[in-house]
């Protein structure tokens, strides 16, 4: 999908087509986003609708699904755990803002160009939180079976 979404105004500006300098390929960039936003959110009706279907119609055979059977308690309550994602949101938000400013004395010290840093590191370090939470799920047995 990013590819997709990047390619036309990419092409756009390469070929020097553009009627108007620069303002047809932004309105082809906003163009673009707005398709993939209407393409996720399209997903994301078809992720919510078929999930529910799936688990009434493996609850109907008789399957457990998930951990439907576990009788384990919270360990913290609803508001609690609204009130630690916000707070965590508002720190992650800081700490983002820490990590974007860095880029470019990170990429003088260390001789590596901004794009490396922005395109290869960056990826591989937001991903580590949940490569982690997902060995520590596999470790404790506790993955969700796809059906």
């Known amino acids: 999908m990013a590819v997709l979404g990047l390619l036309p105004p990419t092409v756009l ?11 047809s390929g932004l309105a082809l960039s906003r163009f673009s986003s707005c398709v993939m936003l209407v393409a996720y959110a399209c997903y994301i009706y078809f992720e919510l ?18 951990d439907a059977d576990n009788n384990e308690a919270p360990d913290i309550s609803k508001w609690e755990a609204i009130a630690w994602l916000a707070i965590l949101t508002i720190w992650i938000s800081v700490l983002s803002d ?50």
């Open 49 to 66: 609708t078929t999930s529910r279907r799936r688990e009434e119609s493996n609850q109907g055979r008789g399957e457990n699904v998930g």
């Open 98 to 147: 820490y990590l974007v400013n860095a880029i470019d004395g990170a990429s003088q010290a260390w001789n590596i160009p901004v794009a490396f840093i922005s395109v290869i590191l960056l990826p591989i370090v937001g991903n580590a939180a949940e490569h982690a939470s997902a060995v520590m799920f596999a470790m404790k047995d506790k993955l969700v079976r796809e059906v």
């Open 13 to 23: 500006h390469y070929t020097h087509s553009e009627v108007h300098s620069g303002k």
